[in-house]
């Protein structure tokens, strides 16, 4: 079996609780209705803009947030209801990479505890044989030895998110979540760190599910790539598909407004216009109708779902065919 | 005509680590009307360059060197009083993060008002008409009731609009923008980006705006400085610099970015190594140390800014520093 992980009809939401003193909460529906799958030895890129629920997706697919419906498979292993402690060993096949490596690692800890704590805690080798395997891990994310007995504030930006990728291979993972790895990085960096993962994919056969904004990375790195909007994915295609042929109008515009480092490339007539309306009131029928340059009643009426458009790549929208009157071309 | 001409300038701060050489001689100039984009990676000066300019520098920071010659008075040699008649008036900044800029107590209106009644001699109607106005301008929807709203209740874009609104209340010769897109969504940067070069250009307003990203620099500027290390490492007008750069540092830079039109997968070329300790920089050439083309004379003096007219290797209007527009330096190929 290919897929690594599947993901049916996933729904995570906030809120909705309360007392007879607060009243009910509002209900904020964060990731509502996710179906997708990772397959073994990919990059599936998942790009959308902030609050659409890419990151909230990442934390409830390995559980660290309950998911409020749907099912999540891995490895051909229902894992949506696991107890706690049966979900420790899934856990060690899935690790994740943070956005800031600063945030994500304990200040009083030295490199090569903050290394070894995975495997501590996961009960494996010796202290004499988890020191070896440190050493290695610290060398082949480009440390040195001298950098073991050194804490985290004594890194540059770049070398602490090498410290966080030897923790999350420590384990020998399958899956390898990167969430936003290296928005915070400096360009000059960003590629440095961006070979590392590939390199790492290849020697270790890691799947990973990369999260991002960054629309030129994702390209670059990604085997498929999936476009949220509000809590669903809209489009999800091959890498060359999706970038050469966006299906769905959001897509469009998005590829549209990356600035092209290029003083002579087309620019779009007009940007897209409007912002993300808030998950808190999701609007009915299709959830991008309101900054869609498509929009009829039927886009109000009936939400699209996620189809077949043909070779694998699925698009969420009524009229997956007709090009946007008001966006220029895509470049 | 040179609107604003800044002369070797140097900043440091005194810290605990002892101090930093954020901005070690800087010169730029910026015409009327003209955007003039300064690209550089976090620590390479380009922020503390335009604060010092206002004298906007916090605490520890101090300027030791150079002038700031905006129509030929020198703003570092000003009072405060001075400055902060052209501060909000004739020089506008706009910043990255809104909400850190935005009083969350007042209304937006209240302080676009309160920049309009500092700086003109209005009635507070006139003042809130005028803020309207900008409002308006800067299309946020619903302008007439917008006004009365606290920053909470915009979004990240829409705050970024008043900010802009803010800067633009009194028809600034030159804005600063730092970084301004840099906190938004990619659909939102596109819509501020729009918008920003648009009112540039009707209201013939210069501009500087500072950014890390190559594709805002190449979508906005009209000249471009690449600072590292505290300093400028070239200069040139926008498309000569995407065709032609001539520093290494800015070569690395343009080849460790994915080409989105090049397809995928093909292996990027990072800068090897890390950007210098400010607060120890190598005595050469910032750069030296992750150069691929570094020479020895690199590690030992630092390079002077050449220019087209000193020597063959550069372009009109472009300037370097790199030993490698020296005359007898080795020839490399990009």
């Known amino acids: 079996m290919s897929d690594l992980v599947e993901l049916i009809d996933l729904k995570r939401y906030f809120g909705g609780g309360g007392n007879r003193f607060t009243g009910v909460q509002p209900v904020l529906r964060a990731v509502d209705g996710v179906s997708l799958t990772i397959r073994r030895g990919e990059t599936l890129g998942l790009v959308g803009e902030s609050g659409c629920g890419k990151s909230t997706l990442a934390r409830t697919l390995i559980r660290l947030y309950r998911p409020t419906g749907g099912r999540i498979l891995f490895d051909g292993q229902d894992i949506t209801t696991l107890p706690d402690r049966d979900m420790q060993a899934v856990r060690r096949r899935m690790q994740m990479i943070f956005q800031d490596p600063y945030a994500s690692l304990n200040g009083r800890m030295s490199v090569a505890d903050l290394v070894a704590e995975p495997l501590e805690i996961a009960g494996i080798g010796t202290r004499a044989s988890r020191r070896d395997t440190v050493a290695g891990l610290l060398e082949r994310v480009g440390l040195g030895p001298e950098h073991a007995g050194r804490y985290p504030h004594e890194f540059s930006g770049g070398q602490r998110q090498r410290i966080g990728i030897a923790r999350a291979i420590a384990l020998d993972p399958d899956l390898v979540i990167c969430d936003e790895p290296i928005s915070a990085l400096d360009v000059s960096i960003q590629a440095q760190v961006v070979n590392m993962l590939e390199d790492l994919q290849a020697e270790r056969g890691l799947t990973y599910l990369f999260i991002t904004h960054d629309l030129s990375m994702v390209r670059h790195i990604s085997t498929r790539i999936g476009v949220m909007y509000l809590g669903r994915i809209v489009e999800l295609a091959a890498n060359a598909q999706l970038y050469e042929r966006p299906r769905h109008p959001y897509t469009r515009a998005l590829l549209a407004s990356i600035p092209v480092a290029d003083p002579g490339a087309r620019r779009p007539a007009t940007p897209m216009r409007g912002e993300i309306p808030s998950p808190l009131n999701i609007p009915s029928g299709c959830r991008f109708r309101g900054r869609c340059p498509l929009a009829t009643d039927l886009c109000a009426a009936q939400e699209p779902a996620l189809q077949d458009a043909g070779d694998g790549h699925l698009v969420a929208c009524h009229y997956p065919d007709a090009t946007d009157p008001q966006q220029g071309e895509t470049t | 005509m040179t609107l604003l001409s800044v002369q070797g300038l140097q900043s440091e701060f005194r810290t605990a680590r002892g101090v930093v050489k954020a901005v070690r001689g800087v010169d730029l100039t910026v015409a009327a009307g003209e955007v003039l984009g300064i690209v550089g990676e976090s620590g ?265 007219t000193d020597t063959p290797r550069l372009g009109g209007g472009q300037s370097a520093r790199c030993w490698l527009m020296h005359p007898d330096a080795p020839e490399v190929s990009p």
């Open chain 2, 44 to 308: 390479s000066g380009k922020s503390v360059t335009c604060m010092s300019i206002l004298k906007l520098l916090k605490r520890q920071g101090h300027i030791t060197a150079g002038k700031a010659l905006f129509q030929g008075r020198d703003l570092l040699t000003l009072s405060e009083a001075q400055l902060s008649d052209i501060r909000g008036d004739e020089i506008a900044v706009i910043f990255q993060d809104p909400m850190s800029s935005l009083n969350p107590t007042l209304t937006v209106g209240a302080q676009v008002i309160e920049v309009i009644l500092r700086h003109r001699k209005v009635s507070r109607a006139q003042a809130r008409a005028r803020a309207v106005e900008l409002f308006d301008l800067v299309r946020i929807p619903a302008a007439e009731s917008r006004v009365d709203a606290y920053p909470h209740e915009f979004s990240g874009g829409m705050r970024q609009r008043a900010m802009i609104a803010m800067a633009l209340a009194c028809d600034p010769k030159l804005l600063i923008a730092d970084e301004p897109t840099t906190a938004l969504d990619v659909t939102i940067q596109r819509q501020i980006l729009t918008l920003l070069k648009d009112i540039q250009a009707r209201m013939g307003m210069a501009m500087i705006l500072i950014t890390h990203d190559l594709g805002v620099i190449a979508e906005t500027c009209d000249r471009v400085c690449v600072m590292y290390g505290g300093l400028v490492m070239e200069e040139a007008p926008v498309k000569a610099l995407f065709a032609r750069p001539s520093h290494p540092y800015t070569r690395g830079l343009l080849a460790a970015v994915p080409d989105l039109r090049d397809g995928m997968r093909q292996r990027l070329s990072p800068i090897p190594g890390s950007p210098p300790d400010m607060a120890d920089p190598p005595p050469g050439c910032p750069f030296a140390p992750r150069c691929p083309a570094a020479m020895v004379h690199c590690v030992a003096e630092r390079p002077p800014l050449f220019i087209a």
